[in-house]
């Protein structure tokens, strides 16, 4: 495993195989980068921007940018870890985010940054969209309040379960999820609990009905272990990692 | 009302015509904006109906179709009006009086913008610049391009609309654009005959010697005989020292090189005609008068990387100008200059198709123009792959920018030494400029490299000039003390769009005209661009307002850096520039509409009282708040 090459992160070495990102390098290798849009199962796209790290000064995306030996990415500085709670601070301030009432609460990929990266204030006035709900369908909620563009449930249910329920139109700060029915509702789209769609929302704009706050408050995923402890437990491992 | 227009969908006519463009279309989903756009043309708008068929038609699930019609701003997915009256919207068709002249006109149509009238006969909008600039301000009806408007023509305009006249039947002189050539140089006025840049690129190939290529990567496939001799050309690409004019600068033989080394069975020459940045209209003249320059560019490049097929990216702003470019190319064709065998060169196969954008200047970024032509949504792509190995339909692809074409068929005709004998040292050649705003002669100019911009304004008339915005809004503003500058790569890289500033104009309202535009044209892949240009427009009203204070002035700079490190392309990267270049050089344009120096809230309580005291009856003292008459 030695021969492998390495890329220096934040000064110390992390060993890549070759097609890896330097995100999944990183998380492979145990080193924690701030994210919200990727997720190791679907292709990088990059959008969020909160991976944002520098290569000898050149700003990337750690999701899209292929390691290569020899590399040094800045990533754990302050200059980049206030982008990150502005960044956190926008996606707050273009939705409509009410955490104490919210079922992701917990389990908020969102709320969770804010929390890891320490951001204390709103930052930005808040925008406070109109973004009608879709409680069409009789088993799932789609509260468009929550969205955060980040494209999950579109790649998940295109990639995935091969659907297509989920696309996005709008462009600018009027971009927004839309399903695929003519009717525009939920109900008239072939989605089902089973789908993977279903499972990757990092907060919470789709909501199974009916099993809200089974898990109370206080005992969920990210009341556990802070987002950057608990996304190394997720990421997928190659099989002669290191201890 | 909804009922009437999905009865007029549901008529045989209509389906058919449907039916037909998907047919001219080869039933082909890369073809979607071109497909969504013709069935408008012939609908008025995209109803329910027309998507669910070009959906089903084109095996894409609806929902994309739906993202797809979404993303553009000449698309409309809801009832739009027998009549569209788009008014441009740039800061000269301001300064030349478009906000009253649409101000009145929604008035005597009891229109209001944004909305169609409730006889469903008109909607009156504004448009993001339409490159009229020098004949502004500028309108879009029905898509077609009108410059002038005037209280004279909007009357009349007025009236051909209230008696429901078809476009085809109105006045003529309405759509008259001219081009207004102020100086010609070696483009504007070039007398390059059709064909000569190409016979000129194929005598250097036969003069070179076989042998001193013959290690070279073949450059087509079973053609052994050609394989090396289009190196001539583009060595003398690579001598002319040409770098793209669509305001990168990217040296064009660099480029090439890397599209014609990239493996490939097929190969693509695109032109980007998409001429969005608000401000430039050169490229609206070249398609217009120099044509042929253009394809002959396309063409050249094309026997330099081994391509069969180009595609030109006309923005739909310019969609008057679709007719008049087909026809150029058919004249081609007859004549040998595309299509199979091209000049008796056995083999050399190319041929030109125009796509029509539908409102996206963030689709004059090359990555999203490759994303719209193949029918989708046009976001920005990841980088790397660039499109020189992995573009158009994933094949390596040359993008250049319409001025580069039209170059480049100069050097084929006249050789890189010449080329290069123009301009400065970095700066190869000739740059045209769109002069417009404050000047008594706007128009196009044509100056070798190297010119300063203090030249350029005695050139056009401009007087008592205060600033003047290089390479639009995207570029940068400059003011008097930095007139002496010169217009090259290494001084005052510029697109084209040279506008000019009196001392009468307040740069506030420069700077909030383009913080708009940003935030309209914002394709909103990436956080910090879909949400500061939106800031950055909401903290400008506010300012405009009255209510601003030195903490929206902080948050600007604040939002700057964010969008500096972490936008996803360079719409977002220089959303920002228009407000500190205008903040650093005219910050008491700001400082005068400041309100309080610490926070001033932009809501109203008082004012959102009011509903409560209409609905009690009382206007008393104690029902205003005691701030409310501060």
Redesign the interface.
């Known amino acids: 495993m030695n021969d492998r090459p390495r890329f220096l992160l934040d000064g110390q070495e992390v060993p890549f195989e070759p097609g890896q990102t330097l995100l999944q390098a990183a998380l492979a290798a145990g080193r924690y980068i701030p994210h919200l849009c990727y997720h190791p199962e679907f292709r990088p796209?990059?959008?969020?921007?909160?991976c944002?790290a520098s290569i000898n000064g050149r700003?990337v995306?750690a999701c899209?940018t292929p390691a290569a030996a020899g590399m040094e990415v800045a990533s754990d500085t302050e200059?980049?870890n206030e982008?990150r709670r502005?960044?956190v601070q926008?996606?707050f301030?273009?939705g409509n985010h009410f955490c104490p009432s919210c079922e992701a609460s917990g389990n908020c990929v969102l709320q969770a940054l804010g929390y890891d990266l320490g951001v204390l204030t709103a930052g930005?006035?808040h925008?406070f969209p109109i973004r009608p709900v879709d409680a069409s369908h009789p088993d799932i909620l789609l509260d468009f309040n929550r969205c955060v563009?980040c494209e999950l449930c579109v790649r998940a249910s295109k990639e995935v379960d091969g659907k297509?329920?989920?696309?996005?139109?709008?462009?600018?700060?009027?971009?927004h999820l839309?399903?695929?029915?003519?009717s525009g509702e939920l109900a008239d789209t072939d989605i089902e609990l089973s789908d993977k769609a279903m499972e990757v929302c990092p907060v919470g704009v789709i909501i199974k009905k009916r099993v809200g706050f089974a898990t109370p408050i206080g005992e969920r995923r990210y009341d556990r272990r802070p987002i950057s402890a608990q996304a190394l437990d997720d990421a997928p491992q190659p099989a002669d990692k290191p201890e | 009302m909804a009922k009437d227009t999905a009865a007029h969908w549901a008529t045989p006519e209509t389906s058919r015509q449907v039916a037909e463009v998907l047919e001219r279309w080869d039933n082909d989903p890369t073809h979607l904006v071109q497909v969504l756009r013709e069935v408008q043309e012939h609908c008025g708008w995209l109803p329910?109906a027309a998507l669910?068929t070009v959906a089903r038609r084109l095996k894409l699930?609806?929902?994309?179709v739906?993202?797809v019609?979404?993303?553009y701003a000449f698309l409309y997915t809801e009832p739009a009006g027998a009549y569209q009256v788009l008014f441009s919207d740039n800061v000269t068709d301001r300064m030349q009086g478009s906000e009253a002249l649409m101000e009145a006109f929604c008035r005597q149509l009891w229109a209001e913008p944004g909305k169609v009238s409730e006889d469903g006969l008109v909607r009156v909008d504004r448009s993001a610049c339409t490159g009229l600039c020098d004949q502004g301000p500028g309108l879009l009806v029905n898509g077609r391009a009108i410059p002038n408007a005037s209280s004279r023509r909007l009357d009349l305009i007025r009236e051909l609309i209230l008696e429901r006249r078809p476009l085809d039947a109105w006045p003529v002189e309405l759509f008259e654009i001219v081009d207004n050539i102020r100086r010609p140089g070696i483009l504007l006025g070039s007398n390059v005959r059709p064909g000569e840049g190409l016979r000129a690129a194929f005598e250097r190939g036969a003069a070179m010697e076989h042998e001193q290529a013959a290690n070279e990567r073949s450059w087509r496939e079973g053609i052994p005989d050609d394989a090396r001799e289009p190196l001539a050309m583009l060595r003398e690409i690579e001598r002319s020292g040409l770098r793209g004019r669509g305001g990168a600068g990217f040296t064009t033989a660099a480029k090439w090189s890397a599209c014609r080394a990239s493996p490939a069975d097929l190969r693509y020459v695109v032109c980007n005609a998409d001429e969005g940045e608000p401000g430039t209209f050169k490229d609206r003249v070249l398609l217009a008068s120099h044509a042929d320059l253009v394809f002959e560019g396309m063409t050249v490049a094309a026997w330099c990387v081994g391509a069969r097929e180009g595609l030109v990216y006309l923005r739909g702003e310019y969609r008057y100008l679709l007719r008049p470019l087909e026809a150029t190319l058919e004249q081609r064709r007859a004549a040998g200059l595309l299509g199979r065998n091209i000049l008796g060169r056995r083999g050399f196969d190319f041929d030109i198709r125009i796509h029509v954008g539908a409102g996206?200047y963030v689709c004059g970024e090359e990555s999203a123009l490759l994303e719209s032509l193949e029918g989708k949504?046009g976001i920005p792509r990841?980088r790397p792959p660039y499109p020189v190995t992995a573009g158009y339909r994933g094949r390596p692809t040359v993008v250049n920018n319409v001025e580069t074409f039209c170059a480049a068929t100069l050097v084929a005709a006249r050789g890189g030494e010449w080329f290069r004998g123009i301009g400065t040292p970095h700066s190869a050649g000739s740059k045209i400029l769109s002069v417009a705003g404050d000047c008594a002669r706007p128009g196009l100019y044509e100056y070798p490299f190297g010119i300063s911009v203090q030249e350029v304004l005695e050139d056009c008339g401009a007087e008592r000039t205060l600033a003047v915005q290089i390479s639009g809004p995207s570029g940068h503003c400059i003011d008097a003390s930095e007139f002496r500058r010169r217009i090259a790569f290494e001084d005052l890289p510029t697109a084209g769009a040279f506008t000019v500033f009196d001392d009468s104009r307040d740069m506030f309202e420069v700077a909030r005209n383009y913080t708009e535009f940003f935030?309209?044209?914002?394709?909103?892949?990436?956080?910090?661009c879909?949400?500061?240009?939106?800031?950055l427009r909401?903290i400008m009203g506010k300012i405009h307002g009255g209510r601003g204070s030195l903490h929206e002035l902080e948050?600007m700079s604040?939002l700057h850096?964010?969008l500096q490190?972490?936008?996803?392309c360079g719409l977002g990267h220089t959303a920002c520039n228009p407000v500190l270049d205008t903040l650093k050089r005219f910050r008491p344009a700001y400082e005068r509409r400041l309100q309080a120096l610490r926070f001033a809230p932009?809501f109203d309580l008082d004012a959102a009282l009011a509903s409560a005291r209409r609905a009690t009856g009382r206007d008393d003292a104690g029902a205003h708040l005691e701030t409310g008459n501060e």
């Open positions: 796209h990059g959008s969020c921007k909160l944002t700003m995306t899209t200059a980049l982008l502005t960044l926008m996606l301030a273009e930005f006035r925008m563009l297509s329920v989920f696309a996005l139109s709008g462009r600018g700060i009027d971009k839309v399903v695929n029915s003519e | 329910p669910t699930p609806l929902a994309a739906r993202g019609a979404g993303f996206s949504r990841n935030a309209h044209e914002s394709c909103g892949f990436c956080t910090p879909r949400v500061a240009t939106s800031m909401g948050q604040r850096p964010v490190m972490s936008a996803h932009d």
